[in-house]
């Protein structure tokens, strides 16, 4: 209640001042007119009245002010006054103020930037979609293997209808499809996904509908897709009439039922998907063959999204006691068999779960950059706040309160910090597609990693512009309160002990400089070592001298006779050309997403553990593929085209396979069972690197292409760069056949250098800050020993009187310099021992407390602290002794 | 800083809403009532009294209207606002039982 009067009051008091300043001259004059009154009354004249009443009221003026205090308003009255005035002496030193706002842009932005990043790529990284703080990623477990595995369509099934907690099952399992686009073959990305997965997401199409529940069942029965809105405007220039034409995808035609609305990118955080089919569909686009009636084949990634109010523990619990009545019912399919959820942010199947460690690194260096940037900027205030002093002294003495001066030193420390915040989230706008940049692309497949600038990034980027503005109006504020009044009036010329202590002020601020730039070197030092390390990791096989792409002969319609023929017929045309030393074909290129074949193999003699299945990956490939890559044969042969469906069919193993199961005897001439089938052991080839260059060395296989399915990647060995062999390989394809079409030449170099991409931005990411921070340490000590200098100016002279020559100054200077750095520095290593721990597993083969690194570290920081302190130091050597004696 | 040093702290509040209890009063009047009735012990300084009136309005113990002072001239007027009557039964009722109590202490032998 009392606020119905307080509010009006309040409002008056702010905004309509003068009258309520009027009010209050007429209340007290009113005083005033009785009091003179009752003096006339007592009979005196009007005039000595008048007088009288004014001694007896006292202080009129004071009252009032009073009063004027009671209302409350000064502290706001004040803000406006701090604001104005702070305003005016930013503009009055424009160079500071530029300086100042753009470092804060810098590291409020850097802030912004990295916390959009992790809300558009962690939290909430699909846009459009509904609920998606209930949504988790879904896999399956097995005690066989560690890490996700997949799961089955008709354990999905079962977990689906027997599970209560959740709203819906989502099945999103990517895959990569070729479409011939003009003369070349595009590879697109697309996902087979469950009937309800639009409207699980609620997302609803702009033209024609999404799928309906029939069209999850029956063995390729539905040859339907919806495609992206990217796509319908590339491929089909905003077709209006759309719906209802058909495309063919990996040589399928499929009739176009939909097109999804323009910023949906589907579930898969790192790639906008152009297509999505239904499960029904599964034989087509997921290699393996038809798994939707079988429970032994694991095939799909996916989400729920669980019912409100449920919790992730909640619904990890139905779902595994549901997959232990399902290992219970289908013993020998799903024993060791679980199911796990994960939070969005953790998905081990997209790149959320490879991009999670390098946000949070991003994210501890940018908190660093804005300490340096505050610290710095702090730097510059101090110098300012010096050269205030005086300013500071005469309010403080005319009758200031502190905390009033610390009011107004807070208001512009805001006033920086806010125009730096307003910055940094343009900054972050700017750099939301940042990280797309940074990663490697590849052909047809867009990217998509984008930050969200949202109501949680802006008040985050707040919050950081809050924390600046107390730093910054911190120190200044320090300072004023040891202004000595008296003093500070008396010696206005040049207070030794002031400076003293700002000095020590300004110190202990490139400290904290120094030590954070330092940490920073070292994790960037330690990030680049160790992409070195994985860079120089031998792959087993040949990169630079071996080129790779595909030719589409799938979105050709070929059949399997036809691509053998042809691919044989294009491998004799090339080892014909000049330049090429032999080319080869296989189904799955190395260190590409695109997954290997895998299948429970069988050895004999070899006696598996009960509960261990073993899963081994084979690529299927042609004759000539491992004399291609550069893959040593240790024994036997390779294959040969005689190695055909008629013939008997046989394997190539790798070293480990061979140790595993042969006890590392030659298993050249024994067998090895693969999905029910023997297969003649015809060779050993040399390990290599499979998927990743840091894989610890795993079983493998190759099987003859001609005696398991086509593929169409294309392997060449030779001399030329990848422009050229592109063209003449376009030329020689377009002789065989005008519909084919190859996909993007790339070396095996440029493949494996894809699969480092996250080290990469992270060394980027970290190198730039390190730069950036050496750069902002330096500046403060440079800023530092010149005033140290400026200020010693006489104790320099006099020295110099006494005969010391320049280098014994420049060495003094240098020598307190250095010793700043040297403080920073030790400090920084006791530091950074303590955090590089939290780099883990983004080091290789180095330790996160490699002594080299931190040497080189403290070698750069040094350096950079000489290069600053050598003007200051300079100019203190040409200090004249006379004159500054004289001064 | 022109407290009444001469009253208990926080008594001026209780004097001045007392005064007004029973009907609207400008300033003026306020200081004259009390001088009266306390028989010139008590003597409010304008120093104290207008600070304390704008501090109970802002608190909104009291409201102000401007109106028609006896000598026609305009003057304002303070009243209790409803709260503020509460507020005044409360302080009073506490001053009673801490003066009853002073009593008590200084009625000792």
């Known amino acids: 209640m009392r606020l119905l009067y307080k509010l009006p009051l309040r409002w008056r008091s702010l905004f309509q001042r003068r009258a309520a300043d009027q009010d209050l001259d007429e209340e007290v004059e009113f005083h005033l007119q009785h009091q003179i009154d009752e003096f006339v009354a007592q009979g005196m004249s009007a005039e000595e009245a008048r007088c009288a009443a004014l001694r007896s009221l006292g202080r009129l003026q004071q009252t009032k002010e009073e009063c004027r205090e009671m209302r409350h308003i000064n502290f706001l009255e004040n803000v406006g006054q701090d604001l104005h005035f702070g305003l005016r002496m930013l503009r009055r030193s424009p160079g500071f103020t530029v300086l100042a706002v753009l470092c804060l842009t810098l590291g409020i932005g850097a802030n912004a930037a990295v916390f959009s990043w992790i809300e558009g790529i962690l939290l909430r990284p699909f846009p459009m979609v509904a609920g998606q703080e209930r949504m988790m990623a879904i896999t399956g477990t097995s005690r066989a293997e560690a890490g996700p595995t997949a799961i089955s369509w008709p354990d999905f099934l079962d977990l689906q209808h027997n599970c209560k907690l959740f709203d819906a099952f989502i099945v999103d399992q990517i895959m990569g499809a070729t479409l011939n686009v003009g003369d070349h073959a595009a590879v697109v990305t697309g996902s087979v996904v469950s009937a309800n997965y639009f409207d699980a997401l609620g997302i609803r199409p702009i033209l024609g509908r999404a799928f309906e529940p029939e069209e999850n069942y029956g063995r390729n029965a539905h040859p339907v897709a919806v495609i992206s809105y990217q796509m319908w405007k590339d491929l089909f220039h905003r077709d209006p009439a759309i719906v209802g034409k058909t495309q063919k995808f990996n040589g399928q035609p499929l009739t176009i039922i939909g097109v999804a609305p323009e910023a949906f990118h589907g579930t898969f955080v790192g790639w906008a998907m152009q297509f999505w089919v239904p499960v029904s569909m599964q034989e087509r686009f997921v290699p393996g063959g038809y798994m939707l009636e079988d429970r032994d084949a694991p095939w799909i990634e996916g989400y729920v999204l669980r019912k409100p109010g449920v919790t992730a523990q909640q619904a990890q619990s139905e779902l595994s006691a549901v997959a232990q009545r399902l290992e219970a019912s289908y013993p020998e399919t799903d024993r060791g068999h679980g199911i796990k959820l994960y939070p969005l942010w953790a998905t081990p199947f997209n790149h959320a779960g490879s991009l999670l460690p390098i946000l949070s690194i991003a994210l501890g260096v940018v908190v660093f950059v804005l300490l340096i940037v505050c610290a710095n900027v702090s730097n510059l205030l101090l110098v300012k706040a010096f050269g205030r002093r005086h300013e500071m002294t005469v309010r403080l003495s005319l009758g200031a309160r502190r905390g009033r001066l610390l009011q107004q030193l807070i208001t512009e420390g805001l006033l920086l910090a806010g125009a730096g915040a307003i910055g940094g989230l343009i900054l972050a706008r700017w750099t939301r597609n940042l990280l797309v940049l940074l990663l490697p692309k590849r052909n047809g497949s867009a990217m998509f990693l984008s930050g969200a600038v949202d109501w949680r990034v802006l008040v985050l980027s707040a919050v950081a512009c809050l924390a600046s503005t107390l730093l910054l109006g911190l120190v200044p504020a320090l300072q004023t309160r040891e202004l000595d009044l008296a003093s500070a009036l008396k010696s206005e010329s040049g207070g030794v002990s002031g400076g003293r202590r700002r000095a020590l002020a300004q110190s202990s601020l490139v400290l904290i400089q120094v030590t954070l730039s330092f940490i920073l070197l070292v994790g960037a030092g330690l990030l680049l070592k160790s992409l070195r390390a994985v860079q120089n990791t031998n792959p087993g096989f040949s990169t630079l001298d071996v080129l790779t792409t595909f030719v589409d002969t799938k979105s050709a319609g070929y059949g399997s006779q036809r691509v053998y023929s042809f691919e044989d017929d294009l491998v004799d045309r090339l080892r014909t050309m000049p330049g090429i030393q032999s080319a080869a074909f296989a189904r799955s290129t190395p260190f590409t997403y695109r997954p290997y074949s895998a299948a429970p193999i069988a050895v004999d003699g070899y006696v598996t553990p009960p509960g261990e299945q073993p899963v081994v990956e084979y690529n299927e490939v042609s004759a000539g593929y491992l004399p291609t890559m550069g893959i040593p044969l240790l024994s036997g042969r390779d294959f040969t085209r005689a190695d055909n469906e008629t013939s008997l069919p046989v394997a190539i193993l790798n070293q480990t396979i061979a140790t595993q199961f042969f006890r590392g005897q030659d298993p050249v001439g024994r067998r090895i069972q693969v999905k029910g089938r023997w297969l003649q052991i015809v060779g050993l080839a040399k390990d290599s690197k499979y998927s990743t260059l840091i894989e610890p060395s795993k079983p493998f296989f190759y099987v003859p292409m001609r005696q398991s399915v086509p593929g169409t990647s294309l392997f060449v060995r030779t001399s030329l760069p990848p422009r050229e062999l592109a063209n003449a390989l376009s030329r020689e394809v377009h002789t065989f056949d005008a519909n084919l079409a190859i996909g993007e030449v790339l070396t095996m170099r440029e493949e494996i250098d894809r699969t480092t991409a996250e080290q990469q931005v992270a060394v980027a990411m970290l190198g730039a800050f390190g730069g950036l921070a050496l750069l902002l340490a330096g500046i403060g000590l440079y800023g530092v020993m010149s005033y140290v200098v400026s200020q010693s100016k006489r104790e320099f002279g006099l020295r110099m009187a006494l005969g010391a020559r320049a280098p014994d100054v420049l060495r003094n200077v240098m020598s307190r310099g250095l010793l700043l750095t040297m403080i920073g520095i030790v400090a920084g290593v006791v530091v950074a021992l303590g955090l590089a721990r939290l780099l883990g597993n983004l080091l290789y083969r180095i330790s996160p407390h490699d002594p080299l690194t931190f040497t080189l570290a403290a070698v750069v920081m040094i350096i950079a602290s000489v290069a600053s302190c050598f003007l200051p130091a300079w100019r203190a050597t040409q200090i004249d002794p006379v004159r500054a004696l004289r001064d | ?109």
């Open chain 2, 1 to 109: 800083m022109g407290k009444p040093t001469d009253l208990v702290q926080g008594t001026l509040d209780l004097l001045i809403l007392k005064t007004m209890a029973l009907q609207p009063m400008h300033g003026w009047g306020i200081a004259q009532r009390i001088r009266q009735i306390s028989k010139d012990v008590l003597q409010v300084n304008q120093g104290a009294l207008y600070p304390a009136l704008h501090r109970l309005e802002q608190q909104g113990w009291i409201q102000a209207k401007w109106g028609e002072s006896e000598n026609n001239r305009r003057a304002k007027y303070y009243s209790l606002t409803r709260d503020g009557a509460k507020y005044l039964r409360r302080q009073q009722a506490q001053w009673s039982r801490l003066s009853g109590a002073i009593d008590l202490v200084l009625a000792m032998e």
